[in-house]
């Protein structure tokens, strides 16, 4: 009796797993975890054993919200915006969004052209499937965003990567890009300040990647600028500045990383009227208007002025000489000096091959990365997961003691591999 009890547990057991994975949608089976969540994850769960690690993984700014801002979120609970928004957001959300962009970028731009989403990532995801069809090519330089490719597959479109290098500072070229388009191109997509790399690309720059897009009408430009503010050489360049493209140009930013307020959930595109209306459409049907709370905030953040944003930012000016000429000391790290953002992709395939005291081999990014994390008890990310596998990330969004300390227990583990 017990052994048919225990039979027929194990059947039910085998059945459910089986509906589990037969149930499941190919477009979900499709889609990777996301790697810098996953790194959090993990460094979160050796945390919760009473160790000390140092998160180096995730791409939050380590400061709290503006006095002005939180204050602007009470005040619309107390005048009790709390209903739904309009899905696009509110007009005059949208408005202060239409004179950011007119005040500090310089281009013109009206509220219907705004569509305010649930964060940046939201944005982007909304456009992809708006503008992506089955088959339809999206060029990507790598490295990239973790998710950049991912939601390329949901719209079942296919990512054409773009390959470059810390000898380039990551940045691609008018040849590079023209020999990667093909009938089949219907998107570029790229991130100016750059994550993973802290890149940023100049107006000269630009200027000459236009010139391509000038003779392939077909193609647009989905421009992640959400790293805008975090700027260390000349002012931000956006690519919409040019007039031959600048209906072809979605523009994807967002309050999360200027104004510290990655929780808030709060992002937007600006593009021409067909596109934004697209977008309002596609949103209406599954998240509907962003918090209504986030999004009074976000008034306030814009019409206040920059004042707390330069603040962060000289922060992160310090921090970055101190992590560059840390990570410059570590024998076998090759790593440039990022021109925006709060990262650093260093070049560590010299580790490829080596093994650590248990005699376990380091094949590749992730290898080093768990290696890091277990041994270090620092979290990093692997390169693999941003399209180039030599390479690293380190976010140097934290305190200079806590960034100190995470390159000394990375100088001391990679030490330790033979």
Not at 145 to 165: H, P
Not at 346 to 355: A, H, L, R, T, Y
Request: charged share 20%; proline share 4%; glycine share 6%.
């Amino acid at each position: 009796m017990a052994f048919l009890v225990q039979n027929n547990i194990w059947f039910i057991y085998l059945r459910s797993k089986q509906l589990t994975m037969s149930t499941l949608s190919q477009r979900i089976n499709n889609l990777s975890e996301s790697a810098t969540l996953k790194m959090t994850k993990l460094g979160r769960e050796l945390a919760a054993k009473g160790i000390n690690v140092i998160s180096l993984s995730v791409g939050e700014p380590d400061f709290n919200t503006p006095e002005h801002v939180k204050n602007a979120a009470k005040k619309a609970l107390d005048e009790n915006y709390t209903r739904y928004s309009p899905v696009p957001g509110y007009p005059d959300l949208r408005q202060a969004i239409v004179n950011k962009l007119k005040t500090e970028n310089n281009l013109d731009y009206d509220i219907s052209q705004i569509v305010v989403s649930t964060g940046a990532k939201q944005s982007l995801s909304n456009v992809i499937l708006t503008l992506i069809d089955p088959e339809d090519e999206v060029i990507i330089p790598t490295p990239y965003w973790v998710s950049y490719s991912e939601m390329v597959t949901l719209a079942e479109g296919k990512s054409v990567f773009i390959n470059t290098d810390i000898e380039s500072n990551f940045k691609i070229t008018p040849e590079q890009l023209e020999a990667a388009i093909t009938p089949k191109s219907k998107l570029f997509m790229f991130s100016s300040p750059c994550n993973p790399t802290g890149s940023v690309y100049n107006k000269e720059e630009l200027a000459a990647l236009v010139k391509v897009f000038e003779k392939h009408p077909n193609i647009y430009i989905l421009s992640d600028e959400i790293y805008e503010h975090i700027n260390f050489v000349d002012q931000h360049e956006s690519i919409a500045q040019f007039e031959s493209i600048k209906d072809r140009v979605i523009i994807v930013n967002g309050f999360s990383k200027a104004f510290a307020m990655t929780g808030w959930r709060l992002g937007y595109i600006a593009a021409n009227k067909e596109i934004a209306a697209a977008n309002d459409k596609l949103q209406g049907q599954t998240t509907s208007g962003t918090c209504s709370i986030a999004q009074r905030a976000g008034i306030v953040a814009y019409e206040q002025g920059l004042e707390s944003v330069l603040e962060m930012k000289k922060a992160f000016t310090r921090r970055r000489e101190l992590v560059y000429n840390l990570l410059n000391d570590i024998p076998g790290v090759k790593t440039n000096l990022p021109e925006g953002a709060f990262y650093f992709f260093p070049e560590i395939s010299s580790f490829f091959g080596k093994k650590d005291a248990d005699g376990n081999v380091i094949k590749n990014s992730a290898d080093l990365a768990l290696y890091l994390l277990n041994v270090g008890h620092v979290a990093t990310v692997g390169g693999d997961s941003f399209g180039n596998d030599n390479y690293i990330r380190l976010s140097y969004a934290a305190s200079d003691e806590s960034l100190t300390e995470a390159l000394r227990r990375i100088r001391e583990a990679l030490g330790k591999l033979a």
